[in-house]
C-alpha cells in the first residue's frame, strides 16, 4: 500500500494511502510526497524540502478566552472594586468586557484594560502580570 502526504506551505495538511496511481496536486502551491516507507512522517508535522526532513507541528498560541475565563482568574474583590467604580474610564472598559463573547488576550485594548485596571487601583502590576497568565494558560489549555 502506497502512502502520500499533501504538503501546503511546509505544514503536512493530508494524507492519501491506497494502491494504483497516487493522486495529483491541485496546483503548484501543493507538494504531494510519497512518504511510503517512512513512518515517522505524519499530518500536522512540518517539511523541510532542502533537507527532506520532517519536524514538530508548529505551536500554535492561543489568545481568546471567555469572559466567564477572564472572572474567574478574579478574586471577588477585585470583580466587585471594578463592576462598582464609578471612575468613567474603568465604567466604560467594564461594559465593554461585559459585552464581549470573547476576549483576545493579544489586543492591544485588552492590554490597555489591564493597564487601566493597574492605574486605577483596582490590582498591582504584579497581580496584572498574574490574571495575564493565569488567562493564557486557560487558553492554551
Not at 78 to 98: G, P, R
Request: aromatic residues 6%.
Amino acid at each position: 500500500m502506497k502512502r502520500q502526504l499533501q504538503i501546503k506551505n511546509g505544514i503536512v495538511h493530508g494524507e492519501w494511502q491506497g494502491g494504483g496511481a497516487t493522486p495529483v496536486p491541485p496546483d503548484a502551491s501543493w507538494l504531494f510526497l510519497d512518504v511510503t516507507n517512512r513512518p515517522d512522517a505524519q499530518v500536522g508535522m512540518t517539511y523541510d524540502s532542502s533537507t527532506d526532513t520532517f519536524g514538530p507541528a508548529p505551536v500554535v498560541v492561543r489568545t481568546l478566552v471567555t469572559p466567564s475565563q477572564v472572572i474567574s482568574v478574579l478574586t471577588a474583590a477585585e470583580w466587585q472594586i471594578a463592576t462598582t467604580s464609578t471612575d468613567a474610564d474603568v465604567v466604560w472598559a467594564m461594559a465593554q468586557f461585559q459585552l464581549a463573547q470573547r476576549v483576545d488576550l493579544a489586543d492591544p485594548q485588552f492590554a490597555q484594560l489591564m493597564a487601566g485596571l493597574v492605574s486605577k487601583g483596582i490590582v498591582t502590576a504584579a497581580r496584572a502580570t498574574d490574571i495575564q497568565s493565569d488567562l493564557m494558560e486557560l487558553a492554551n489549555a
